[in-house]
T-cell receptor
């Protein structure tokens, strides 16, 4: 069955550094992959979508890569700020979206 | 207007009650979704409506009954729930293609006593 893993449940990063989150998947070849941000008690917010023929996508301080050979996506936040602290969810496309368990990112001032 | 509005924000109900959750979007999106999320878990898909027709039901118990009265509205009718149904219920919408770029509401935090 399709499986999606975000291999860090929690990640602490010093303010100003680059935060890198990892999403791995198995038993599937998605046409695209998405990243969402979720704050406590709120719904997820769509951040970026990257398609299988795109190696990299950027949006302001965010960068996503998609390696279909490694079956992995990396999500980077550069010049991280305390306001970036949240849970980040990776989501796989299929007949339905499968969300990873998320990584709780803490940016330390 | 780029919002998905859910009401109520919080709901406490007994196991014999009947209640409804409401969701509204005015972005012209043609796909709408109900998700259930337990604490520290990812959202789990319950139902998908595409062009106002139910397209996916993830084997959800019949005590949850979805309804899509029109392209802007989505309801979730609740009846005879169990305490384990307590969770954050999220509504989402997407423009046309199912599963791309979901816009989520803030959710209804449901407690079943």
């Amino acid at each position: 069955s399709q499986k999606i893993e975000q291999n860090s449940e929690a990640l602490n990063i010093q303010e100003g550094k680059t935060a890198t989150l990892t999403c791995n998947y198995t038993n599937y070849s998605p046409a695209y992959l998405q990243w969402y941000r979720q704050d406590p008690g709120r719904g997820p917010v769509f951040l970026l979508l990257i398609r299988e023929n795109e190696k990299e996508k950027r949006k302001e301080r965010l960068k996503v890569t998609f390696d279909t050979t490694l079956k992995q996506s990396l999500f980077h936040i550069t010049a991280s700020q305390p306001a970036d602290s949240a849970t980040y969810l990776c989501a796989l496309e299929g007949d339905k979206i499968i969300f990873g368990k998320g990584t709780r990112l803490h940016i330390l001032p | 207007d780029t919002e998905v509005t859910q009401t109520p924000k919080h709901l406490v109900m007994g196991m014999t009650n009947k209640k409804s959750l409401k969701c509204e979007q005015h972005m012209g999106h043609r796909a709408m979704y109900w998700y259930k999320q337990k604490a520290k878990k990812p959202p789990e898909l319950m139902f998908v409506y595409s062009y106002e027709k139910l397209s996916i039901n993830e084997s959800v118990p019949s005590r949850f009954s979805p309804e899509c009265p029109n392209s802007s509205l989505l309801n979730l009718h609740l009846h005879a729930l169990q305490p384990e149904d307590s969770a954050l219920y999220l509504c989402a919408s997407s423009q046309r293609d199912i599963n791309e770029k979901l816009f989520f509401g803030s959710g209804t935090q449901l407690s079943v006593l």
